[in-house]
C-alpha cells in the first residue's frame, strides 16, 4: 500500500483542487452580492473536489507508467523514485490502476455534471470537457506522442488547471458566465504552469538526453527562468485586478502570501545546480494552495 499512496503523488493534490476550491468560492460571491440569491451547492463542491483529485491521481499514474516507458525514469532523475521505476508496481499493475482511475474519474464527473446541469445540451458540452480532461491526464507522458514530450504540458496545466478548473466549476454552481472570473482562473493556471515549470527547470539535463522536449528544454535554463518570473508576477497581478474590480477590501487577503513568492523567486534566480530546485517544487506547490485559500476567505467574507 505504501508504494501505491508514493505513486498516487498525494503532495500533488492540494495543488489539484485549488481551482475548484477558487471557482466555488467565486460562485458563492457572485450568487450573493450579483445576482443577490443564493445557488451555491455542496453537492457540485464535494462531487467536484473528488474528480480533480481522482483526474490528479491518473495523471500521476500515467505519468509514472509513461516516463518509464520513454525510458525519462532512470538512475540521473532528480525527483523521487516512481513506483514502476524502482520494480515496486508492474507495468501491467499500474496500467489496471490506471483504468480503474480513469472509470471512478468518469463516473465521478458525469455525476457531477448530472447534479449541476440535469439533462441538456449544455450536459453534453461539459461531458465533452470532462473527455478532456482525462484524455489530458493520461496522454501527458504516457503512450506514443505524448505532447509532455513536445513541450505542450504548460498550455494544457494552464487550460485545465486554471481557465476550466475555475470558470467550469464556476459555471457548475450557478449557471451563468461572469467574465472578471477569466482573471482569478489565468492566475491559477499561470502559477500551476509554474509549478509545471520548476519541476522541467530540475529535471532539464535528463529530460534532454531522454528526449523529452519540454519548454524549459527548448528554451534552455536561463529564459525558462525569466518565464517562470513571468507566469508568477502576470499571476499575482490578474488576482489584483480582480480584487480592484470589484472593490472589495477582504479580496487582497491573498496579499499575505506575495512575500512568499518573492523569497520563492529570489531563489529559484540564485540556484545554479538544478538538483536544489526540488524543495522550491512544493513550496510553490504549497504557495498556490495557500493563495488559493486566502483568496476563497476573501471572497467569502466579501458577501
Known amino acids: 500500500m505504501k508504494h501505491w499512496l508514493q505513486a498516487f503523488r498525494l503532495r500533488t493534490l492540494p495543488l489539484a483542487v485549488?481551482?475548484?476550491?477558487?471557482?466555488?468560492?467565486?460562485a458563492w460571491y457572485g450568487r450573493r452580492a450579483i445576482m443577490h440569491y443564493d445557488a451555491f451547492s455542496p453537492s457540485v463542491l464535494v462531487l467536484a473536489l473528488l474528480t480533480a483529485v481522482l483526474l490528479q491521481i491518473l495523471s500521476n499514474l500515467a505519468n509514472d507508467l509513461g516516463d518509464h516507458q520513454h525510458g525519462t525514469d532512470n538512475k540521473d532523475r532528480m525527483g523521487p523514485q516512481r513506483a514502476v521505476q524502482s520494480g515496486h508496481i508492474s507495468p501491467s499493475a499500474m496500467k489496471r490502476a490506471m483504468i480503474i482511475c480513469g472509470a471512478l474519474a468518469f463516473i465521478s464527473g458525469c455525476s457531477l455534471i448530472t447534479v449541476a446541469l440535469g439533462f441538456s445540451l449544455t450536459t453534453l458540452v461539459f461531458?465533452?470537457?470532462?473527455?478532456?480532461?482525462?484524455?489530458?491526464?493520461?496522454?501527458?507522458?504516457?503512450?506514443?506522442?505524448?505532447?509532455?514530450y513536445a513541450g505542450l504540458g504548460d498550455v494544457s496545466v494552464f487550460l485545465f488547471f486554471g481557465i476550466v478548473g475555475v470558470c467550469g466549476t464556476f459555471y457548475l454552481h450557478t449557471r451563468f458566465f461572469y467574465w472578471p472570473i477569466l482573471l482569478p482562473?489565468?492566475?491559477?493556471?499561470?502559477?500551476?504552469?509554474?509549478?509545471?515549470?520548476?519541476?522541467?527547470?530540475?529535471?532539464?539535463d535528463n529530460d534532454a538526453a531522454s528526449g523529452k522536449r519540454t519548454l524549459v528544454v527548448r528554451i534552455g535554463s536561463a529564459t525558462a527562468?525569466?518565464?517562470?518570473?513571468?507566469?508568477?508576477?502576470?499571476?499575482?497581478?490578474?488576482?489584483?485586478?480582480?480584487?480592484?474590480?470589484?472593490?472589495?477590501?477582504?479580496v487582497w487577503l491573498f496579499l499575505l502570501i506575495v512575500p512568499g513568492f518573492i523569497i520563492h523567486l529570489k531563489r529559484v534566480w540564485s540556484t545554479t545546480d538544478p538538483r536544489a530546485l526540488d524543495p522550491q517544487l512544493k513550496v510553490l506547490a504549497m504557495g498556490t494552495f495557500l493563495t488559493a485559500l486566502l483568496f476563497s476567505l476573501g471572497l467569502i467574507l466579501a458577501v
Request: glycine content about 10%; some cysteine.
Open 185 to 204: 482562473a489565468a492566475a491559477f493556471g499561470l502559477l500551476s504552469a509554474g509549478v509545471l515549470n520548476v519541476n522541467n527547470m530540475r529535471d532539464i
Open 225 to 250: 527562468r525569466i518565464y517562470h518570473t513571468g507566469l508568477v508576477v502576470v499571476a499575482l497581478l490578474c488576482l489584483a485586478s480582480f480584487a480592484w474590480l470589484i472593490s472589495r477590501w477582504e
Open 18 to 26: 485549488s481551482s475548484i476550491l477558487v471557482g466555488s468560492a467565486l
Open 127 to 148: 461531458l465533452l470537457l470532462g473527455l478532456a480532461a482525462i484524455g489530458a491526464a493520461v496522454k501527458y507522458t504516457f503512450g506514443k506522442n505524448p505532447y509532455g
